[in-house]
């Protein structure tokens, strides 16, 4: 049996997903459960809550339940037992950082075999980055294991951080970058006609449509003044053109963005459109004529946007910039616009630790010069030709079916995981025996934050008044945390307590027969044991 293992849910929302990553990961899950040739799907949730929001959004589509027939939600805390089987044929989570070196810890540490380990880039210029490549570098992984870089730029960059880092810190990056794109869902390449999305958000139908969606935000997407300022000249030569920008934002970006708006004169020739949801999203690229996206900024790698955009039809005029480079087809899908970059002065980049995150992003990208004249030109052309515009446009169509549509990218994927699978086969498990250095022991660290030093219980132990109250139905036993209850075994709890109704036994011996009893660990009895014990259910007495 083919089984695929993650602990990511790769569901971080119970809304409306729009931020790219939750809609890639979303969108992605969907995907490798409609078209992967897995037979079975075992995802670990943190808890109770995650593994309910991931069951209701299988649920809600179309075929979920057929859907969810193919999978296994467990918790967490039930990896450790299931590593040490290691039945998946690979493991994949929808980010690298957190999750990639942690597991190749735990596969070191409890795993009997070698097996593939990957996780996809999003954004990779945080401030955390370093750090994050550090403890990659560290981690025990192996030829086997891949981080999937989206675009050919984000591989680069990716690899040229792996060879920084390691050169300073002296470690070498033993696993694969494997470029992988992301993709977009099937409903993108059937938007509504554009009569009728043009009828629902009132625009005529002469009017010259062009289309910006992402987030509305000069810090972390894209500087969208340069481009009002062009369409400033681009309106007042045809009084017939629109341009709508739409996509999530923060009030006061939101507000400065409407402010530019008005003292350029374009309030009659520039929509803003926050917040839009999934049918206005459509109804917006069905109506359009161009698809415009001038990003300036670090933080992509990708551009799903652009790729909608593709998939529904639409010429795209985008700069030339990171994932962008592989998306738009110069020339034939659309237009890429040259991009100059000069960096902040030394005294600027030294606060790169200092300053926010997005502050530090748009420091950086305010040097990032998408060519202004360049990007009216290109927008010109297209509104002037529109055969020429509706060409490109079907050959971007065609081509994000080629190569971005889920389907596509999920065949993709699990050739990868074929391939690494087969090789892992041959490998030694990679730092067998070793331990993740990051996990310091509380014991040890916090120790003394206790009256005692933390210890496996000693004494003789009964069951106090309380637990007798329990046991004869006068009052409840004490509620089990739900996130908790592969620990909170019911079978060990119930031994553990009814073992000491015949009165005083000595704790040590009863830990013992009550995990040899249930089949549990004697760090997991000694564990129930203590929570007994802080609930009042048992006390343990010095030995006389």
Same mark, same amino acid.
């Given at each position: ?30 995907? /490798? ?251 917006? /690229? ?197 996130? /908790? ?6 079978? /060990? ?52």
């Amino acid at each position: 049996m083919r089984i695929f293992g993650s602990v990511d849910s790769f569901v971080e929302s119970s809304g409306t997903l729009r931020l790219g990553r939750l809609v890639a990961n979303a969108t992605f899950l969907e995907a /490798l459960l409609r078209h992967g040739d897995f037979d079975r799907y075992e995802i670990f949730c943190a808890t109770e809550n995650e593994r309910s929001r991931l069951r209701g959004h299988v649920q809600s589509l179309g075929d979920g339940a057929a859907l969810l027939s193919r999978m296994d939600l467990r918790l967490q805390l039930e990896l450790p037992k299931r590593m040490r089987e290691a039945p998946w044929e690979a493991m994949h989570f929808g980010g690298w950082s957190r999750y990639l070196p942690s597991l190749a810890w735990l596969r070191a540490t409890l795993s009997p075999r070698t097996f593939p380990l990957t996780g996809w880039i999003h954004s990779i210029d945080g401030p955390s980055q370093a750090g994050n490549l550090r403890r990659l570098l560290a981690s025990p992984l192996c030829g086997a294991d891949a981080v999937f870089c989206t675009s050919t730029a984000g591989r680069d960059a990716f690899a040229r951080q792996l060879e920084r880092v390691g050169r300073r810190e002296s470690l070498a990056w033993s696993g694969r970058l494997e470029h992988v794109p992301l993709g977009v869902h099937d409903t993108y390449f059937s938007p509504p006609s554009r009569a009728q999305a043009r009828s629902r958000l009132g625009i005529a139908t002469s009017a010259k449509l062009a289309l910006w969606i992402g987030r509305i935000s000069a810090t972390s997407k894209a500087d969208l003044n340069p481009l009002l300022l062009q369409w400033r000249a681009l309106s007042a030569a045809d009084g017939n053109r629109l341009l709508i920008l739409a996509g999530g934002s923060t009030d006061s970006e939101l507000a400065a963005l409407s402010g530019a708006i008005l003292e350029l004169g374009l309030s009659r020739s520039v929509r803003l459109m926050p917040d839009v949801d999934d049918a206005q999203k459509l109804d917006l /690229l069905g109506a359009a004529d161009v698809f415009v996206s001038p990003v300036d900024n670090l933080q992509e790698t990708f551009g799903i946007s652009v790729v909608e955009a593709m998939a529904a039809g639409l010429p795209v005029v985008a700069s030339d910039w990171d994932g962008y480079k592989d998306l738009v087809e110069e020339g034939t899908t659309g237009m890429r616009i040259p991009v100059d970059w000069t960096l902040p002065p030394p005294d600027a980049m030294a606060l790169q630790q200092i300053l926010e995150p997005s502050l530090d992003q748009f420091l950086v990208a305010q040097g990032v010069a998408v060519d202004p004249i360049a990007l009216r030109k290109a927008l010109e052309t297209l509104f002037a030709d529109p055969e020429r515009a509706h060409a490109m446009g079907m050959a971007g169509k065609e081509r994000a079916r080629r190569l971005f549509s889920w389907q596509a990218v999920v065949s993709l994927c699990t050739e990868v995981w074929s391939r690494l699978s087969r090789e892992s086969a041959d490998l030694p498990v990679p730092g067998r025996g070793s331990t993740d250095p990051q996990i310091l022991d509380p014991a040890e660290v916090f120790g003394g934050y206790a009256s005692r030093q933390p210890s496996m219980p000693s004494g003789m132990a009964s069951l106090t008044d309380l637990a007798w109250d329990v046991l004869s139905g006068r009052i409840p036993m004490p509620a089990t945390f739900s996130d /908790l209850m592969e620990l909170s075994d019911g079978r /060990l709890l119930t031994v553990l307590v009814l073992g000491l109704r015949s009165g005083q036994t000595e704790s040590d011996a009863h830990l013992r027969s009550c995990a040899a009893a249930t089949g549990r660990s004697m760090a997991e009895a000694a564990w129930l044991f203590s929570w007994l014990r802080k609930y009042g259910l048992v006390e343990i007495r010095p030995r006389l």
